[in-house]
């Protein structure tokens, strides 16, 4: 039982567009999202948060958006860079302390 | 450097044999959480160690096992390995204190191969 989906398994994005990277998930008793970026023979590399009791948190570039009646959460990179290339993962955790990942993005910025 | 160490990077073995991958969690880390990520598939939860205790447990198999030692590295033993079990193997570690807010710090993972 997935319950943390990333149905888009790619996405390319030109370099200073926007880059939108989905997640939806089905456990209602998830209360803490997280976006991990994994570079190749890297491990993945936190990069943002969001609680749920926020529906949007900002960092630079990266900006996290929370429906939690959809469920679904967003992350959005502004502008892209060629070196936000990467994987990007989305993950939940709720009391039970242990992420739940979801099977990852694969992000192309290209010139 | 996320300060996780993680022994082997690589590991080439047969079916039927046994491993033990190691980990070295951030200095002062508490937690070690270990995941799996086989080919195309997202990072799969393990089990988690906190201070020497088993906190925390997923789809880990019955052949598979972990201990916290003392100094708070962690290993992680896969026995009667199946090809199926050829994957990525990250340690993570993280400080809980309290609620546990899911920032967790990756080591580089082991690649594990069983032919």
């Known amino acids: 039982d997935q319950q943390v989906k990333q149905n888009s398994p790619s996405l390319s994005v030109q370099e200073g567009r926007i880059s939108i990277l989905n997640c939806d998930y089905t456990?209602?008793?998830?209360?803490?999202f997280l976006w991990y970026k994994k570079y190749p023979a890297e491990g993945p590399t936190f990069l943002i948060s969001?609680?749920?009791?926020?529906d949007k948190n900002e960092d630079g570039r990266f900006t996290v958006f929370l429906n939690k009646s959809a469920k679904h959460l967003s992350l959005h990179i502004v502008p892209s860079q060629p070196g936000d290339s990467a994987v990007y993962f989305c993950?939940?955790?709720?009391?039970?302390?242990?992420?739940?990942f979801g099977t990852g993005t694969r992000l192309q910025v290209t010139l | 450097d996320s300060g996780v160490t993680q022994t082997p990077k690589h590991l080439i073995t047969a079916t039927g044999q046994r491993v033990t991958l190691r980990c070295s969690p951030r200095?002062?880390?508490?937690?070690v959480y270990w995941y799996q990520q086989s080919l195309d598939q997202g990072l799969q939860f393990l089990i988690q160690y906190y201070n020497g205790e088993e906190r925390a447990k997923g789809n880990i198999l019955e052949r598979f096992s972990a201990q916290q030692f003392p100094d708070l590295h962690s290993e992680l033993n896969l026995s009667s390995l199946e090809l199926g079990d050829s994957a990525l193997y990250f340690c993570?570690?993280?400080?809980?204190?309290?609620?546990?807010?899911?920032?967790?710090?990756f080591g580089e993972g082991s690649r594990l191969t069983v032919l």
């Open positions: 969001i609680s749920s009791i926020k």
């Open positions: 993950a939940a955790t709720g009391t039970a302390s242990k992420l739940t």
């Open positions: 993570a570690s993280s400080v809980v204190v309290g609620q546990n807010t899911g920032e967790l710090f």
């Open positions: 456990n209602s008793m998830f209360d803490y």
């Open positions: 200095s002062g880390d508490l937690s």
